[in-house]
């Protein structure tokens, strides 16, 4: 059957009427493969003229520029004020589909192929909307859809579930950075006494030191020149700042993919367990660490390897780049050019408090718990992803039929 069949694309913009003063704005850097994050509150008067889609509950948004990148989301609890840019096609089930079987038939690798092979346009490739009604895709009766849509969402929810964790973890951990080393309300700190430094008052016994003093390395990634303007699909996993969330952690969805052979060729830009990456240009000041369930891995020029051999150094400098006093600093010192950025320079000469190497272990061994809880969170996702990844084209295609499966349906669906 043909998608535009049974869906309804872009049915709602704004118009004089439209009831809100402020929105909650998502463009195409806020959507990856199933996921939205860093969307903007705006005013509307203010928002930019691309803020046009409204969606509603059960809408599916599917970016139209460089479909292979493959960026959409199902909105399953939106703002009442929420709106797409209009690089998105926003997408609405009719009576004969279900809203999450639409989402996760856009979801599945040969749709994204068919856009892909009728995309128009050299340096941002894009369909239209009567590409995406042309599209055929397998439409079983409604129950069947429920089923399939009960199958692969507990693989979803188990996703999402796990992502809220990790991003609960994280915050604990600068929580902790922030009681011990901003408050100074470490283990310890009723016996204290202060002495003036460069930061400011600190503990007695403390230093001031510059980052570049601590790493073995401070540098910048590079972008391979023999790739052309679009990243393969399978391959090496390859950050760029969109890579990293706002609040810490990594997008996976975000990562590019290059090939092994461009991966060995850039050495200066090989990543290692527990590299620390630091956003220098653009959206400066994104931080996280790298784990071992990404690599191999090569990052851009935006981004600023920090390498640290100790371990316990290298969790509270992670934590240190992360707090608001470092980030800061680096805005401070930004030089506006074609793309704001910091230079590496500024990045080596930032001045760092470092605690006696005892508070240091302590705190790294608070900390890593909390890291390696994340990382096995990640690990899990991976795993979770995969299967469902497997299985979603052969429920969609009909290759699996779930007609007498005994399969519990939510309510809502049903």
């Known amino acids: 059957m043909r998608l535009g069949d049974v869906i309804t694309i872009n049915p709602e913009s704004i118009h004089n009427g439209y009831p809100f003063d402020e929105i909650e704005y998502i463009d195409i850097s806020s959507v990856g493969t199933g ?17 046009k889609r409204i969606i509603k509950k059960g809408d599916t948004l599917l970016a139209t520029v460089r479909p292979n990148l493959r960026s959409f989301w199902f909105a399953r609890n939106p703002r009442n004020n929420a709106i797409a840019s209009t690089g998105f096609a926003v997408l609405r089930a009719g009576n004969e589909i279900e809203a999450r079987f639409l989402y996760y ?43 399939i849509v009960a199958i692969l969402s507990t693989y979803d929810d188990l996703i999402e579930n796990n992502l809220r964790r990790i991003k609960i973890l994280g915050e604990m951990a600068q929580n902790l950075y922030r009681e011990w080393f901003v408050k100074f309300l470490y283990p310890g700190h009723e016996h204290a006494s202060f002495t003036d430094s460069t930061l400011g008052f600190i503990p007695e016994g403390w230093e001031v030191v510059a980052l570049g003093d601590l790493a073995v390395v401070i540098t910048k990634g590079t972008t391979p020149t023999t790739l052309g303007k679009e990243f393969k699909i399978e391959g090496i996993n390859f950050f760029k700042v969109e890579s990293i969330l706002q609040e810490g952690g990594i997008d996976e969805s975000k990562l590019a993919k290059i090939d092994y052979d461009t ?30 369930s990404v690599l191999p891995a090569n990052t851009n020029q935006a981004l600023a390897i920090i390498r640290i051999p100790d371990e316990n150094t290298r969790t509270y400098i992670l934590h240190c780049v992360r707090a608001d006093e470092f980030q800061h600093f680096s805005l401070g010192h930004v030089v506006q050019t074609a793309q704001a950025n910091v230079s ?8 760092i408090m470092m605690p006696p190497k005892g508070l240091l272990g ?53």
């Open 35 to 51: 996921i939205v994050m860093n969307t903007q509150m705006l005013q509307l008067a203010a928002s930019p003229s691309r803020a």
């Open 105 to 147: 038939s856009i979801t599945n690798q040969s749709f994204t192929d068919y856009l892909s092979a009728n995309a128009k346009g050299s340096a941002y490739p894009a369909v239209d909307t009567d590409t995406i009604r042309r599209a055929d895709i397998y439409l079983p009766p409604l129950p069947s859809q429920h089923k």
């Open 263 to 292: 991966h060995k060729l850039l050495n200066r830009s090989q990543l290692r367990v527990g590299d620390i990456l630091f956003s220098i240009a653009g959206a400066i000041g994104r931080t996280t660490i790298v784990p071992k």
């Open 344 to 351: 590496l320079g500024i990045l080596k000469s930032a001045p």
């Open 362 to 414: 302590e705190f790294a061994a608070a900390a890593s718990s909390l890291i390696q809880m994340q990382e096995n969170l990640r690990a899990r996702n991976i795993t979770i992803r995969r299967t469902r990844d497997l299985l979603l084209p052969r429920l969609i295609s009909g290759e699996v039929d779930v007609s007498e499966l005994d399969i519990a349906v939510p309510q809502e669906a049903a």
